[in-house]
């Protein structure tokens, strides 16, 4: 397809004055910006010695809360899993376990593939019960593609750990649950 | 200095070459470091303290990577051209001063004999020898000293460095390579006319080619800077586009051509390439300094220290800080100006450096020839330079290229449709 | 012609006696409903399907007051029915309303506060209820409903009830008392378990103590059920519905033939649900079909091709049993009268031809005979009384005959052989060669049919489904596909014939019959069903049509009668 003359526009360059013709004045001016920054402080941090300040609100490795109860919150709805565009969550859900009255339905396997996984948040958004979240742990690292296949275990462990460190997501309204457990508490 | 001994001269040559090859490595460093700090970074403080061991670590690493050799490449070549680049980069420091000199002795006058009539070369051959011996018992900071020729040999090495280009970009057989170095060829040649004409004035007043006598000059006059801006900043830009370095480093320019004529190289040859291109910056910054700011020649300040060796740490501290000032106004200047489209950067050298370096050196034969004030040549230089301003603003031969409004649309493709 | 006008679009409906519902779905517009079920008799207890009502006379639209049950209402000739879907309507011109009449507000404004009764004790657990995404509680909420509910007290919260049957359980506070299931079980299996017990806002469905809900057609109530209320146990947290790929299949547990959607994910059957075909069984299928279709996933099946070495079955590949056909040939070569090929009423009428001209081709007097048919008591016809004997109309027939194409092969047996050689007929003789392309979901049937003092020919090479009595005796045992693993026809006890698309694919060392049919016939190429009925369309008369069906992958039937 040829370019119609139509949607061409043309774009005169800006007319040079004197002084701009002289090119001096311009590079003294573009030398005042470049030497001023090297004296200028630097904005690298120099990660691992000194750590990140993330925002409050970073995308960062997933975890699993649990209730008031210590029960695991996930309901297994497989909204996340179905939100998630890298499909990277593999749920099988199962009759929840016969003590738990105010729910019928559990995961009896949560697995997130944390390699495959995007850190888009969607999962968090999906999910009704608010039991998975992204926390601010970003500095994931392992020594084989299995260790970073998350189980179940794997992530509530992690909920125990930063509520413990006190690194709670700000998006968590914790305690607060969703729709789904309305009534539990009614 | 004696006559030519064998051993020091390999000791001299040796040590100044391991000590550019330190400077080389450490430019790089530097270059990576102003240009970290100039974009508000850190750059590179991994290897060793504050990071100052990293241009071993990157020599280590072009020494031991694997060394591939595309099968398309026309070997000879493809071999010669990194290696080239590098001898001949280097071969242009011999005649480059790096501390305190003395200017070699002018040719001895023949005066006639008693008789008259028969020239009486004895008398001149003994002055000669006098003078020759005089001169050779200094100490000179340069490698080859009292080279007649010396602006002229800097010059001519300068101009062959291109080879190195060429022969890389042709024999790696690969478009982006030829493209640059094409560029680079048309570039360099364009620049080589500024360039040249903007050091005729110098030569023209100093009455010499050899840099220790224009060095003397200066000494003696002032530095050629006050004389001549006009021409420093000619021989300055020119110098840039020489190097191939921002704004004028078209024939590498990565967005445009890869690599371009470094795209099939890598390794050591990758480095050797870079070796040159450093060592070509740290020659033009020598001569930068040593033609136009004096050498080292510092207001009388080189003259504190009565103790020679003292005298002669003191004026090669001075020329080596004045050449350093200079290797930082090109990194800084990377990060300063964007680069040139081809167009503009062919104007500049064609529309612009090549008349007004013309003009410059008009004037200064005039100022020469009717015995003017030197500083008449730096009213001129001003003068010259604002009214070629003016021109361009008001006349619109500036490089200023950009496509017309009414060529171009006739250029695109046309498809009959329907 | 009796005209009805619908959103102001004309429908006639000739002399058919139709309701608002009917007649509005005629028109293209949708009523949502949920108690009504064009099977089941009409109470009108959900008021979802509430219309505004009026006539056209004298060139005059009167419109009633009050909006009416759809459902409930019939309509007649000059009958003016106005839905809540009026502002979508294309094109038509406007009818000659009274001017302060606007058309479709009331409807709408019913609809909503009807859902909001409808949700007020709904406990919107959507997350954890297997109905979400298929729920027309959910669909009708979104499309019809208020935004919020403005409920202050607390919800009921009726226990759930699991032990309502062996594989069905309530969710009691989910129920919408549309009493859709209480009807069915009343009406259509007539075995009567479920009723509404309690008043008003305590009113729950429940059974009878000591009387669950266990009949043969129970699994329906769960089809039947428009919100997660009653959920099959089988298919209970499995899946989630949105990642089932829904293909129209025949449901393979009987000669009746049911049309059946086959729910898969992953090419892993889940769920079976009844395909609506009244030419056919009508709305339902029986529990014994919906849940049957776990041997296509058992663990137990053989998937890949056997054969016997130092007289154990050894696994082994398709390459080396290239000179299987070789092989079988030679042994139909010495001695024809002594060699049998099998065809089971499991095979699609495709497989069978295929197959049987494949071995006629062989040899003339090679026998082709009718696998073993699978028969298990006598009809069972619904609804029944108290007493569990039937009640006339029949609504509903489980077969006795638990195969679903042997009219199929035995037309295809008559037309290749001239008849139709029973099993039990061979099944006394000595023979020398024996092909079984069997399939039987369920081995039992094979082994009855095996006397106890059979001799094993030679040659037998066995295809199946599951080990049996037959592959322990066979030189070479080939895997075999089920009716959810390919495309086929199957022709049902009446002669209905119903073509179908494969719902998943077969495993992976599996080759399919047809497949295996055209290499026995020497054809080079991938076998599909469109040429075999190209093939078969001049010698079967009756399955011409089936040539010109182009299967898409929705497998639509196209039905004709044998």
């Given at each position: 397809?040829?370019?119609?003359?139509?949607?061409?526009?043309w774009i005169e360059a800006p007319k040079l004055g004197f002084l701009e013709q002289l090119y001096l004045p311009i590079v003294y001016d573009g030398?005042?910006?470049?030497?001023?920054?090297?004296?200028?402080?630097?904005?690298?941090?120099?990660?691992?010695?000194?750590?990140?300040?993330?925002?409050?609100?970073?995308?960062?490795?997933?975890?699993?809360?649990?209730?008031?109860?210590?029960?695991?919150?996930?309901?297994?709805?497989?909204?996340?899993?179905?939100?998630?565009?890298?499909?990277?969550?593999?749920?099988?859900?199962?009759?929840?376990?016969?003590?738990?009255?105010?729910?019928?339905?559990?995961?009896?396997?949560?697995?997130?593939?944390?390699?495959?996984?995007?850190?888009?948040?969607?999962?968090?958004?999906?999910?009704?019960?608010?039991?998975?979240?992204?926390?601010?742990?970003?500095?994931?690292?392992?020594?084989?593609?299995?260790?970073?296949?998350?189980?179940?275990?794997?992530?509530?462990?992690?909920?125990?750990?930063?509520?413990?460190?006190?690194?709670?997501?700000?998006?968590?309204?914790?305690?607060?649950?969703?729709?789904?457990?309305?009534?539990?508490?009614? | 200095?004696?006559?030519?001994?064998?051993?020091?001269?390999?000791?001299?040559?040796?040590?100044?070459?391991?000590?550019?090859?330190?400077?080389?490595?450490?430019?790089?460093?530097?270059?990576?470091?102003?240009?970290?700090?100039?974009?508000?970074?850190?750059?590179?403080?991994?290897?060793?303290?504050?990071?100052?061991?990293?241009?071993?670590?990157?020599?280590?690493?072009?020494?031991?990577?694997?060394?591939?050799?595309?099968?398309?490449?026309?070997?000879?070549?493809?071999?010669?051209?990194?290696?080239?680049?590098?001898?001949?980069?280097?071969?242009?420091?011999?005649?480059?001063?790096?501390?305190?000199?003395?200017?070699?002795?002018?040719?001895?006058?023949?005066?006639?004999?008693?008789?008259?009539?028969?020239?009486?070369?004895?008398?001149?051959?003994?002055?000669?020898?006098?003078?020759?011996?005089?001169?050779?018992?200094?100490?000179?900071?340069?490698?080859?000293?009292?080279?007649?020729?010396?602006?002229?040999?800097?010059?001519?090495?300068?101009?062959?460095?291109?080879?190195?280009?060429?022969?890389?970009?042709?024999?790696?057989?690969?478009?982006?390579?030829?493209?640059?170095?094409?560029?680079?060829?048309a570039q360099?040649?364009s620049y080589?006319i500024p360039?040249?004409m903007s050091?005729?004035?110098?030569?023209?007043?100093?009455?010499?080619?050899?840099?220790?006598?224009?060095?003397?000059?200066?000494?003696?006059?002032?530095?050629?800077?006050?004389?001549?801006?006009l021409?420093?900043l000619l021989?300055m830009v020119s110098?840039y586009a020489?190097?191939?370095?921002?704004p004028f480093?078209l024939?590498?320019?990565?967005?445009?051509?890869?690599?371009?004529?470094?795209?099939?190289?890598?390794?050591?040859?990758?480095?050797?390439?870079?070796?040159?291109?450093?060592?070509?910056?740290?020659?033009?910054?020598?001569?930068?300094?040593?033609?136009?700011?004096?050498?080292?020649?510092?207001?009388?300040?080189?003259?504190?220290?009565?103790?020679?060796?003292?005298?002669?740490?003191?004026?090669?501290?001075?020329?080596?800080?004045?050449?350093?000032?200079?290797?930082?106004?090109?990194?800084?200047i990377?990060?300063t100006i964007p680069r040139f489209r081809f167009d503009q950067l062919m104007g500049l050298a064609w529309k612009v450096m090549i008349p007004l370096s013309l003009l410059h050196?008009?004037?200064?034969?005039?100022?020469?020839?009717?015995?003017?004030?030197?500083?008449?040549?730096?009213?001129?230089s001003i003068g010259l330079f604002v009214a070629f301003g003016l021109v361009a603003a008001f006349k619109k031969i500036a490089p200023n290229n950009t496509p017309r409004r009414?060529v171009i649309?006739?250029?695109?493709?046309?498809?009959?449709?329907? | 012609?009796?005209?009805?006008?619908?959103?102001?679009?004309?429908?006639?409906?000739?002399?058919?006696?139709?309701?608002?519902?009917?007649?509005?779905?005629?028109?293209?517009?949708?009523?949502?409903?949920?108690?009504?079920?064009?099977?089941?008799?009409?109470?009108?207890?959900?008021?979802?399907?509430?219309?505004?009502?009026?006539?056209?006379?004298?060139?005059?639209?009167?419109?009633?007051?009050?909006?009416?049950?759809?459902?409930?209402?019939?309509?007649?000739?000059?009958?003016?029915?106005?839905?809540?879907?009026?502002?979508?309507?294309?094109?038509?011109?406007?009818?000659?309303?009274?001017?302060?009449?606007?058309?479709?507000?009331?409807?709408?404004?019913?609809?909503?506060?009807?859902?909001?009764?409808?949700?007020?004790?709904?406990?919107?657990?959507?997350?954890?209820?297997?109905?979400?995404?298929?729920?027309?509680?959910?669909?009708?909420?979104?499309?019809?409903?208020?935004?919020?509910?403005?409920?202050?007290?607390?919800?009921?919260?009726?226990?759930?009830?699991?032990?309502?049957?062996?594989?069905?359980?309530?969710?009691?506070?989910?129920?919408?008392?549309?009493?859709?299931?209480?009807?069915?079980?009343?009406?259509?299996?007539?075995?009567?378990?479920?009723?509404?017990?309690?008043?008003?806002?305590?009113?729950?469905?429940?059974?009878?103590?000591?009387?669950?809900?266990?009949?043969?057609?129970?699994?329906?109530?769960?089809?039947?059920?428009?919100?997660?209320?009653?959920?099959?146990?089988?298919?209970?947290?499995?899946?989630?519905?949105?990642?089932?790929?829904?293909?129209?299949?025949?449901?393979?547990?009987?000669?009746?033939?049911?049309?059946?959607?086959?729910?898969?994910?992953?090419?892993?059957?889940?769920?079976?649900?009844?395909?609506?075909?009244?030419?056919?069984?009508?709305?339902?299928?029986?529990?014994?079909?919906?849940?049957?279709?776990?041997?296509?996933?058992?663990?137990?099946?053989?998937?890949?091709?056997?054969?016997?070495?130092?007289?154990?079955?050894?696994?082994?590949?398709?390459?080396?049993?290239?000179?299987?056909?070789?092989?079988?040939?030679?042994?139909?070569?010495?001695?024809?009268?002594?060699?049998?090929?099998?065809?089971?009423?499991?095979?699609?009428?495709?497989?069978?031809?295929?197959?049987?001209?494949?071995?006629?081709?062989?040899?003339?007097?090679?026998?082709?005979?009718?696998?073993?048919?699978?028969?298990?008591?006598?009809?069972?016809?619904?609804?029944?009384?108290?007493?569990?004997?039937?009640?006339?109309?029949?609504?509903?027939?489980?077969?006795?005959?638990?195969?679903?194409?042997?009219?199929?092969?035995?037309?295809?047996?008559?037309?290749?052989?001239?008849?139709?050689?029973?099993?039990?007929?061979?099944?006394?003789?000595?023979?020398?060669?024996?092909?079984?392309?069997?399939?039987?979901?369920?081995?039992?049937?094979?082994?009855?049919?095996?006397?106890?003092?059979?001799?094993?020919?030679?040659?037998?090479?066995?295809?199946?489904?599951?080990?049996?009595?037959?592959?322990?005796?066979?030189?070479?045992?080939?895997?075999?596909?089920?009716?959810?693993?390919?495309?086929?026809?199957?022709?049902?006890?009446?002669?209905?014939?119903?073509?179908?698309?494969?719902?998943?694919?077969?495993?992976?060392?599996?080759?399919?019959?047809?497949?295996?049919?055209?290499?026995?016939?020497?054809?080079?190429?991938?076998?599909?069903?469109?040429?075999?009925?190209?093939?078969?369309?001049?010698?079967?008369?009756?399955?011409?049509?089936?040539?010109?069906?182009?299967?898409?992958?929705?497998?639509?039937?196209?039905?004709?009668?044998?």
């Amino acid at each position: 397809m040829p370019i119609a003359e139509s949607d061409i526009k043309w774009i005169e360059a800006p007319k040079l004055g004197f002084l701009e013709q002289l090119y001096l004045p311009i590079v003294y001016d573009g030398l005042k910006t470049t030497i001023g920054h090297i004296f200028g402080k630097s904005k690298t941090e120099s990660y691992p010695e000194q750590e990140p300040k993330l925002p409050p609100n970073y995308r960062g490795v997933h975890r699993l809360n649990r209730d008031e109860q210590d029960r695991v919150k996930c309901v297994a709805c497989y909204m996340c899993a179905t939100a998630c565009p890298a499909h990277c969550i593999d749920i099988v859900a199962a009759p929840a376990p016969a003590g738990w009255t105010d729910r019928e339905k559990y995961p009896e396997t949560f697995v997130i593939d944390e390699l495959r996984c995007i850190y888009c948040g969607m999962c968090e958004e999906a999910c009704p019960v608010d039991a998975i979240e992204l926390t601010t742990l970003y500095d994931l690292t392992g020594y084989s593609r299995e260790q970073l296949v998350f189980d179940k275990e794997k992530l509530l462990g992690i909920f125990d750990a930063t509520t413990k460190s006190g690194t709670d997501p700000v998006r968590s309204r914790s305690g607060a649950l969703g729709p789904a457990s309305e009534t539990a508490k009614a | 200095m004696p006559e030519f001994d064998l051993l020091t001269t390999t000791i001299i040559i040796g040590g100044l070459v391991a000590i550019v090859m330190s400077i080389v490595g450490y430019a790089t460093l530097a270059e990576r470091k102003v240009s970290a700090w100039i974009q508000d970074r850190v750059g590179p403080n991994r290897v060793g303290p504050l990071g100052l061991l990293q241009p071993l670590a990157d020599g280590g690493k072009f020494f031991l990577k694997e060394s591939p050799i595309p099968s398309h490449v026309d070997k000879i070549f493809y071999l010669l051209a990194p290696a080239a680049a590098m001898a001949i980069a280097l071969l242009a420091l011999a005649v480059v001063p790096w501390g305190g000199t003395t200017p070699p002795p002018k040719p001895v006058a023949v005066n006639m004999a008693a008789d008259g009539k028969t020239p009486d070369y004895s008398k001149a051959v003994q002055r000669f020898d006098a003078e020759q011996g005089e001169y050779r018992n200094q100490f000179q900071g340069v490698i080859a000293p009292g080279l007649d020729i010396g602006i002229v040999y800097v010059f001519a090495l300068g101009s062959l460095a291109i080879y190195g280009v060429i022969l890389g970009g042709w024999s790696s057989d690969n478009k982006y390579s030829l493209l640059g170095s094409l560029r680079s060829s048309a570039q360099i040649i364009s620049y080589e006319i500024p360039l040249g004409m903007s050091i005729v004035g110098v030569v023209l007043f100093a009455g010499s080619m050899n840099l220790e006598t224009i060095i003397a000059w200066q000494k003696q006059n002032g530095w050629f800077l006050m004389f001549q801006p006009l021409a420093f900043l000619l021989f300055m830009v020119s110098v840039y586009a020489e190097c191939n370095r921002l704004p004028f480093d078209l024939p590498e320019a990565e967005q445009e051509l890869v690599g371009g004529y470094l795209t099939e190289y890598g390794s050591l040859k990758f480095g050797m390439f870079m070796l040159g291109e450093y060592t070509h910056m740290i020659t033009t910054s020598f001569l930068m300094s040593i033609v136009f700011w004096g050498g080292w020649s510092l207001f009388g300040l080189e003259e504190v220290f009565t103790d020679p060796i003292a005298a002669a740490v003191l004026k090669a501290a001075i020329l080596g800080g004045k050449m350093l000032g200079f290797l930082l106004l090109y990194i800084v200047i990377r990060w300063t100006i964007p680069r040139f489209r081809f167009d503009q950067l062919m104007g500049l050298a064609w529309k612009v450096m090549i008349p007004l370096s013309l003009l410059h050196l008009l004037a200064a034969m005039l100022v020469r020839q009717y015995g003017w004030s030197n500083w008449a040549l730096t009213a001129i230089s001003i003068g010259l330079f604002v009214a070629f301003g003016l021109v361009a603003a008001f006349k619109k031969i500036a490089p200023n290229n950009t496509p017309r409004r009414k060529v171009i649309p006739k250029m695109l493709p046309r498809v009959m449709v329907g | 012609m009796p005209t009805v006008y619908v959103n102001d679009k004309p429908v006639e409906i000739g002399a058919e006696k139709l309701n608002c519902v009917q007649v509005a779905a005629k028109a293209g517009v949708e009523v949502p409903h949920y108690c009504y079920h064009p099977a089941l008799s009409v109470v009108a207890s959900c008021r979802m399907c509430l219309i505004e009502m009026g006539e056209l006379k004298d060139g005059k639209v009167t419109m009633q007051p009050k909006v009416f049950p759809g459902c409930q209402t019939p309509v007649k000739d000059g009958t003016v029915i106005v839905t809540g879907d009026y502002a979508k309507r294309k094109g038509e011109t406007a009818l000659p309303y009274d001017p302060a009449y606007k058309p479709g507000d009331r409807t709408k404004k019913a609809q909503a506060d009807t859902l909001e009764g409808l949700l007020l004790n709904h406990p919107l657990d959507c997350p954890v209820c297997d109905k979400a995404g298929e729920c027309k509680l959910q669909d009708y909420s979104y499309e019809f409903g208020h935004g919020e509910s403005r409920l202050m007290d607390a919800k009921n919260r009726p226990a759930n009830k699991p032990e309502l049957s062996s594989k069905i359980t309530l969710f009691t506070d989910r129920c919408i008392l549309c009493t859709r299931c209480v009807r069915f079980t009343r009406e259509i299996s007539g075995t009567s378990e479920l009723q509404v017990v309690g008043r008003g806002h305590h009113e729950e469905i429940d059974v009878f103590p000591g009387f669950p809900l266990e009949n043969k057609l129970s699994g329906n109530v769960v089809d039947l059920c428009p919100v997660g209320a009653l959920g099959s146990k089988d298919f209970l947290y499995t899946q989630r519905v949105w990642y089932l790929k829904t293909t129209d299949n025949v449901c393979a547990g009987c000669s009746t033939g049911c049309s059946i959607h086959t729910d898969a994910n992953k090419d892993i059957v889940y769920r079976l649900r009844p395909r609506e075909n009244l030419e056919n069984q009508g709305h339902f299928m029986c529990d014994e079909g919906r849940w049957g279709y776990h041997y296509t996933n058992a663990p137990d099946r053989i998937t890949r091709p056997l054969t016997r070495i130092d007289g154990a079955l050894k696994p082994t590949d398709w390459q080396s049993l290239s000179k299987l056909k070789e092989t079988f040939e030679q042994a139909v070569f010495v001695s024809a009268k002594k060699s049998v090929a099998v065809l089971s009423p499991f095979l699609t009428v495709e497989e069978a031809y295929r197959l049987g001209a494949a071995f006629k081709s062989m040899h003339r007097e090679i026998r082709l005979v009718l696998g073993p048919v699978p028969l298990t008591g006598v009809d069972d016809h619904y609804p029944k009384d108290v007493k569990g004997n039937a009640v006339a109309p029949t609504k509903f027939t489980i077969r006795a005959e638990k195969c679903p194409n042997r009219t199929g092969v035995e037309s295809v047996l008559k037309k290749l052989q001239g008849e139709v050689i029973s099993f039990a007929d061979i099944a006394k003789l000595t023979l020398d060669a024996i092909w079984f392309a069997g399939g039987y979901p369920n081995p039992d049937v094979v082994d009855a049919a095996i006397p106890d003092d059979w001799a094993a020919p030679k040659l037998l090479i066995v295809q199946d489904l599951f080990h049996s009595k037959l592959t322990r005796a066979a030189t070479t045992v080939l895997p075999a596909t089920t009716a959810f693993e390919k495309d086929g026809t199957f022709v049902n006890h009446a002669g209905y014939v119903q073509s179908f698309h494969r719902s998943v694919k077969a495993p992976l060392e599996v080759r399919s019959e047809l497949q295996l049919a055209f290499d026995l016939a020497g054809k080079k190429g991938l076998a599909t069903v469109a040429a075999v009925r190209k093939d078969f369309a001049k010698e079967l008369p009756q399955y011409a049509s089936l040539a010109e069906i182009a299967l898409n992958t929705n497998g639509r039937l196209t039905l004709a009668t044998v």
